[in-house]
DNA sequence: TTGACAATAGAACGGTCGTTCTATAATCTG
DNA sequence: CAGATTATAGAACGACCGTTCTATTGTCAA
């Protein structure tokens, strides 16, 4: 192994196999990822990659890598865009560990419907739902009107919960009876295309 | 182990451990897991699962659970409310995998300023840009104007490029130059709270 | 060309891995 | 209660694991 090498290439593979087989890769594995014919090769690979900070052990010894599934996060748009080739990346984020707090109460729901328009959340989009969480004020939720269900702003009126609409087409909402609120909604996804 | 036990409460622990470690439990470690004193009786908590299909093996014989990282995707809001403790559910999804498609020059980044408002793009959303692709027409991109990076939408006139906000405060941009496209937008994430 | 050093190979180690086998304990059945 | 059945324990296996050691090859400078 030479004192300098190609890291971001090196962590690429790796990258790679974790992602399709979901667990780290054996020495012999790596070995075989670079097209060694000795384990040893490997070994020092991982060690150079484990001393430049790139990689790390459990408490068992076994390799970590950890934010290998991430995504790079930069800076704002207005604030000027950075070169992600370049080290100014602020963070490396695993989507999922960002969005989802709870994982069990956690679920997917596509959205129908242009009730929540002027918050942002279009027909087709996904949201995240979190359920067992009571509400807050100005929180969206998925709520059960008329035996069907919907998402709306939850707001409070006179004490009594009231569903808004972000849409002017939609009333407001003033449930008779006991309301079902079926989870309050934690993130919105879109994907293009 | 009995013929029948509780499969859910089992794939929980490995979910939760896989979710923590980051790669799959050994089978002493699921001994631990459940609290028992023979790895013996692990190897039959296994047998149980992959036989009733919700886990598997590699090749080689290792550990699979993939799946387990993701969240469940139920029906849309209008179809009605599927409840996530019954088995309706759509699909299980990975948010990275569902959203990145090509890591490697995927990045994410935070939004400000107003100028996609009407496409439902907020000030504060994060989108994920993907470099290196040519922007169709239609498509959201992050381009330089006047030395500052904005989101608009990439249309064409008259074979020209032109930058279209989702704003009418915004008037469309027709760049004397040569136009600097930094990546086109694939995906829209937003987190309320 | 020679010597020094770096990079890789290859063999060998103890440890842990998944798995199987047999033994004991607990539970059920009649 | 007896006997059968099931659940867990515990020991043992070969295979592969990560690691270390030594040998070989390759590269460069003098």
Redesign the pocket.
């Known amino acids: 192994?030479?004192?300098t090498?190609d890291r971001a290439g090196a962590l690429k593979k790796l990258r790679e196999f974790y992602r399709s087989h979901h667990r780290?890769?054996?020495?012999?594995?790596i070995?075989e990822l670079f097209g060694?014919?000795?384990?040893?090769?490997?070994?020092?690979i991982?060690r150079r990659l484990i001393e430049s900070g790139f990689l790390r052990?459990d408490p068992?010894?076994?390799?970590v890598l950890d934010q290998l599934t991430g995504v790079k996060l930069l800076g704002s748009v207005a604030a000027g865009f950075p070169n992600p080739a370049e080290e100014e990346l602020v963070d490396t984020l695993n989507l999922d560990e960002y969005l989802i707090r709870h994982p069990e109460q956690t679920f997917l729901v596509k959205v129908t419907g242009d009730s929540m328009i002027d918050a942002g959340i279009h027909e087709g989009d996904l949201v995240l739902v979190e359920r067992g969480r009571s509400p807050k004020e100005g929180d969206i939720v998925i709520a059960q009107v008329d035996r069907e269900w919907t998402l709306k702003y939850y707001q409070k009126k006179a004490g009594r919960p009231v569903l808004v609409a972000a849409n002017v087409k939609y009333p407001p909402i003033v449930p008779r009876e006991e309301l079902t609120v079926g989870g309050v909604v934690v993130a919105v996804v879109r994907k293009y295309k």
Chains 1, 2 share one sequence.
């Open positions: 192994m030479p004192r090498f780290p890769p054996s020495f012999d594995e070995r060694y014919r000795s384990k040893n090769s490997a070994f020092w991982v052990k068992k010894g076994k390799l």
